[in-house]
C-alpha cells in the first residue's frame, strides 16, 4: 500500500481510480502527516458454485473439535440466540 496526500488523489482522482480498478493498487490518504483514509480495490465475490471448493479449503476439525463445535451450535439454536443479540434500538 502507498502513500498519497488527498491533494494529490483530488488532482488526479481518474488516474488512481484507474490505478485501483486495473492494477489492483491500494493507497493510503493522508491529510498532512495523518493517515485519514484507504484506497483500494473492491473484494471480488464468490459465486455459489464456488462454496464446495472454499468448504473443501477449511482445514478438518478432529473430531474432538467437531463435537465441540457442534455442541455450541446446539446451544445457540436452543437459546434462539438471545444473549447474542440485542435490541439494536436499545441506548
Not at 8 to 13: A, I, Y
Not at 14 to 29: H, Q
Not at 34 to 44: I, S, Y
Request: charged residues 35%; neutral net charge; aromatic residues 8%.
Amino acid at each position: 500500500m502507498s502513500d498519497v496526500s488527498i491533494s494529490e488523489v483530488s488532482r488526479n482522482l481518474a488516474d488512481f481510480i484507474n490505478r485501483v480498478a486495473y492494477r489492483g493498487e491500494s493507497f493510503t490518504l493522508f491529510r498532512g502527516k495523518k493517515p485519514v483514509a484507504e484506497l483500494r480495490p473492491v473484494p471480488a465475490a464468490k459465486k455459489l458454485g464456488e462454496l464446495k471448493s472454499i468448504l473443501n479449503s477449511f482445514p478438518r476439525l478432529s473430531e474432538k473439535e467437531s463435537e465441540s463445535f457442534l455442541k455450541d451450535l446446539e446451544e445457540i439454536r436452543a437459546t434462539g440466540n438471545k444473549e447474542l443479540l440485542g435490541d439494536p434500538w436499545e441506548s
